[in-house]
């Protein structure tokens, strides 16, 4: 296949060549660099038999996709996703909510990606469990996915997010709230030493439970954050 060049996906989807799909779906998945020969086309080969492969919906395809939710491409496994419901939404959700395992990053991750790319608001709550974790790329995968749920169960989570991490996470939290309908967090977050502060002075109650548990369970240095808005918070319900 390759010594002629780069599959032709569109003769395979007119054929409904199952095999033929199989091998494009991994078509030079080992060379991720940039600089290797045909790298844009190999991506969109893989891309392209992922959509064809979830069109023909053959439930034979369903563990090949799965693994191609881990392609270094994120249009390859954005597309690997959206493949895997067309063929069983059910078992799609089902499976990747039985890779969302901490201790498995690369796993865990990608799940909570392509779970992003379904919008099933079952993953809502699992996906807000892994908000608590250390691992960084586990933890921005998780709050983006949950921006992308459309879900209103979501939104308190992501508040506790804005006070929980440091900014990249925060960054994330606010972009996944604004997806949601609450585009008003972007005025107080903005990613320097007041952040704190402007959630106080924002005056929504719904940052109060996660001020008070970082205050009591955060580090040092979330602690000293947390307490400047609390106490602001605090007096203005005194003067109101």
Not at 31 to 53: C, G, H, I, T, W
Request: with cysteine; proline share 5%.
């Amino acid at each position: 296949m390759s010594l002629f060049g780069p599959p032709n996906v569109e003769k395979m989807v007119a054929k409904k060549n199952l095999k033929g799909l199989l091998k494009a779906l991994v078509y030079h998945r080992d060379r991720p660099k940039r600089e290797s020969p045909d790298y844009e086309r190999s991506r969109a080969v893989r891309r392209m038999a992922a959509q064809a492969l979830g069109a023909l919906g053959d439930a034979s395809a369903f563990g090949s996709l799965l693994e191609s939710l881990r392609d270094v491409c994120p249009k390859v496994r954005e597309a690997a996703a959206h493949a895997l419901a067309r063929i069983d939404q059910d078992r799609a959700v089902t499976s990747l909510l039985g890779r969302l395992k901490p201790e498995q990053t690369e796993a865990c991750k990608s799940a909570a990606e392509a779970l992003g790319h379904l919008g099933d608001a079952r993953a809502t709550e699992p996906l807000a469990a892994l908000l608590n974790q250390t691992q960084y790329d586990t933890l921005l995968a998780a709050i983006e996915a949950l921006g992308k749920l459309n879900d209103a169960k979501a939104v308190q989570p992501l508040i506790g997010a804005l006070i929980a991490h440091d900014y990249p996470a925060r960054k994330a939290a606010v972009s996944a709230l604004d997806r949601l309908g609450q585009p008003e967090w972007k005025e107080w977050v903005k990613g320097d030493e007041n952040d704190f502060a402007r959630l106080g002075e924002s005056g929504d109650p719904r940052v109060l439970a996660p001020l008070t548990k970082a205050l009591k369970v955060g580090s040092e240095d979330t602690r000293k954050s947390a307490a400047l808005p609390l106490g602001i918070i605090r007096a203005r319900n005194r003067l109101g």
